[in-house]
T-cell receptor
Framework: RKEVEQDPGPFNVPEGATVAFNCTYS??????FFWYRQDCRKEPKLLMS???SGNEDGRFTAQLNRASQYISLLIRDSKLSDSATYLC?????????????FGSGTRLQVQP | EAQVTQNPRYLITVTGKKLTVTCSQN?????MSWYRQDPGLGLRQIYY???????DKGDVPEGYKVSRKEKRNFPLILESPSPNQTSLYFC??????????FGPGTRLTVL
């Protein structure tokens, strides 16, 4: 079983739609959580960190559910420019070091 | 401008010909790491470094070497590249092992 799992998609949604992605992680001792955005053939860029109480940045809302071991990303009022792959990343302790593990990504395609 | 740079951006080579991909950051970050990204497998860590002269294996270190002689540089060395090392490679740096800043990527093809 992968340590961090995401639905690869693609999620095809019309402009203005609300879309949500989930990411599950296997290590209950995971400590920090992030969402990255990656455009085609480009480097991943941090979209937002995910805090225990949930956090919002404009149209984006991230939430953490420790009991069920998943994080989520909600995008409201989707724009064409939101089309990208969204990677979740989780840190956990691994043989004495903090390791950051990425999911394989969920592809979002926003259509006009 | 704060950034991570990698060179070359694209490289086509042949099996067995040693190559080095350079990585440099100007943010005075202690943590640096190398990832490879393959379809369906996501980003996998090759090696990481917590500081100068401190390096350790990630999840897929076989066939790679690294060095960290200066804080800003973290080159990735393939002593004898093989076709299964054809991939998209990213260097990343961070203050801790959390939030990372990635370089633009190096697309490597080994024939």
């Amino acid at each position: 079983r992968k340590e961090v799992e995401q639905d690869p998609g693609p999620f095809n949604v019309p402009e203005g739609a609300t879309v949500a992605f989930n990411c599950t992680y296997s290590n209950s001792a995971s400590q920090s959580f992030f969402w990255y955005r990656q455009d085609c053939r480009k480097e991943p860029k941090l979209l937002m960190s995910v805090y225990s109480s949930g956090n919002e940045d404009g149209r984006f809302t991230a939430q953490l559910n420790r009991a069920s071991q998943y994080i989520s990303l909600l995008i409201r009022d989707s724009k064409l420019s939101d089309s990208a792959t969204y990677l979740c990343a989780v840190t956990f302790m691994d043989t004495g070091r903090r390791a950051l593990t990425f999911g394989s990504g969920t592809r979002l395609q926003v259509q006009p | 401008e704060a950034q991570v740079t990698q060179n070359p951006r694209y490289l086509i080579t042949v099996t067995g010909k040693k190559l080095t991909v350079t990585c440099s950051q100007n943010m005075n970050h202690e943590y640096m790491s190398w990832y490879r990204q393959d379809p369906g497998l996501g980003l996998r860590q090759i090696y990481y470094s917590m500081n100068v002269e401190v390096t350790d294996k990630g999840d897929v270190p076989e066939g790679y070497k690294v060095s960290r002689k200066e804080k800003r540089n973290f080159p990735l060395i393939l002593e004898s590249p093989s076709p299964n090392q054809t991939s998209l490679y990213f260097c990343a740096s961070s203050l801790t092992s959390g939030r990372k800043f990635f370089g633009p990527g190096t697309r490597l093809t080994v024939l």
